[in-house]
């Protein structure tokens, strides 16, 4: 069976064996466990993860130290801080593990190095940050629109397999209310 | 002096005099006035736009009749109905001129042929659709963290011209507030 990560890759481009054995060698893999952080506050990231196995959570504190849910993340999905990554700055987000979890990551310079020699990898990246770009955009319209329910049914649409598996607690702090108003809308 | 489009390109991939007469190639200019559409909701949106001159909003109704401002868009920015133009789905915006405008386009398929002939135009779109994805990020956390004077400053900071060029209520239809809030925040 092919690896994972050549699945996910060539639902967008397809690879010969050489170039999925050049593109894996750019990537690390590394086991966490559930609380266990990836990426904290006011460091720069240097690394983009994709998942194996595992389920994770982006999220940033305010200045009333309420955790707001930014993205969750499962099996197949990339996650970092993409405005540390991409600029090399701080991050203003958290990302740790709500289930244990195994992980491949690039770092930003074998990316770069990845991306300038191979036109396909430079598709395939443009392609999931196109549509990192589209999830973002709904979620915006869906927080401006303002209904709760409507940003209930976009995170069970985005994430099917999720609610099985996070506490109702991160479903409410994705959605920024209190565990009594999700048990309204879940019921 | 050099074409703006070539500049604009050149703030991030070197392009030689032929291979920026190729890239131009593939895109049509036009002249739209200010009240006119580019995008209308509903419709499958097959065109990027390059604003040369003007200025431009990007908006969606919600259920009870009102604006809401996703984006704006000036000189040197790119805008369209990215969920549209990508899957080929239709159009959750409207998008139309707030200024007589001068704008560059490209069509789905020139774009992707354009893309897939010329590594450095991949390059080029995916650096600016990285950039795309960071600014949806910021304002999904200025509007998780809830305070109108942070999205208000972010507004700024993204665009510091828009406030001489556009008129008051729309910034508060960005913001979701009313006038009234909006002079508050501004004396």
């Known amino acids: 069976m092919a690896h ?15 170039e999925f054995d050049f593109v894996l060698s750019h990537f690390e893999q590394i ?21 194996i196995k595992g389920c994770l959570k982006s999220y940033f504190i305010d200045a009333n130290g309420k955790e707001h849910i930014l993205q969750f993340g499962m099996e ?9 990554f991409v600029k090399q700055t701080e991050s203003k987000t958290f990302i740790d593990c709500i289930e244990d979890s195994e992980l491949l990551y690039i770092s930003f310079e074998n990316r770069d190095k990845l991306t300038a020699q191979m036109h396909k990898m430079e598709r395939f ?3 999931k940050s196109k549509m990192g770009r589209i999830a973002l955009q709904n979620r915006i319209l ?18 099917p397999k999720l609610f099985q598996r996070v506490p109702k607690k991160m479903i409410a702090a994705y959605l920024g209310v209190s565990r ?8």
């Open 31 to 51: 086991k966490k466990r559930k609380h266990q952080y990836i990426v904290q506050e006011g460091e720069v990231v240097n690394k983009e993860y994709w998942i």
């Open 76 to 84: 197949n999905w990339w996650i970092t801080d993409y405005e540390s």
């Open 125 to 127: 990246w443009a392609k």
């Open 180 to 187: 009594e108003t999700l048990s309204r809308l879940n019921s």
């Open 4 to 18: 994972p990560l050549r699945q996910h890759i060539e639902e967008i481009i397809s690879l010969t064996d050489e």
């Open 142 to 159: 869906s927080l401006l629109k303002n209904s709760t329910k409507e940003q209930y049914d976009l995170l069970l649409e985005q994430y």
